[in-house]
């Protein structure tokens, strides 16, 4: 940012839009688009680098619908499984009557405990791994907001 605040001090606006061209980050995409409305009503700046910041941010959250419905689904469908599984085993245990066999229980109940076991590891990594990356996007949006308030600040203070 010092060196953008330089080069639109200096009038080098081909310069500042080159670094941050250069650099590939969404708020160097903010700032450029702002640098490409210099110029224009401050309202027009300002409604350009918002525009882009939701687009950005979009960009970075794309994924995370999808993440977070494994996260609550793959435990439904876990118990699912553990339901047919333990449907299996009563229907077993009624058509044998009273001469039961642990066997064909235990093939039920295997069912259920492998299901719940799948659904709720699949679960588990997919909730840790949405936790970690809506905070990392959180980290990002926040620094992007950071760079554009100083890009504002630098075009609303008077030349030195």
Not at 16 to 34: N, W
Not at 140 to 158: A, S, W, Y
């Amino acid at each position: 940012m010092n060196r953008i605040k330089d080069y639109i001090h200096e009038g080098k606006v081909d310069a500042a839009l080159g670094l941050c061209r250069k650099t590939d980050t969404p708020a160097a995409r903010m700032v450029e688009k702002g640098i490409s409305r210099l110029g224009r009503p401050m309202t027009d700046v300002t409604s350009a680098v918002e525009n882009v910041g939701n687009i950005e941010i979009a960009f970075l959250e794309k994924g995370l619908p999808i993440l977070a419905t494994t996260a609550a689904g793959a435990p439904m469908i876990g118990f699912l499984g553990t339901v047919t599984g333990m449907v299996k085993a009563f229907m077993s245990m009624a058509g044998e009557g009273a001469n039961v066999d642990v066997t064909s229980l235990s093939t039920g109940i295997y069912e259920a405990l492998v299901t719940t076991v799948g659904g709720l590891v699949v679960g588990i990594i997919a909730m840790f791994a949405y936790n970690y990356l809506t905070t990392l996007i959180k980290g990002v949006i926040n620094k992007m907001e950071m760079r554009i308030m100083e890009f504002m600040d630098i075009l609303n203070e008077p030349a030195a």
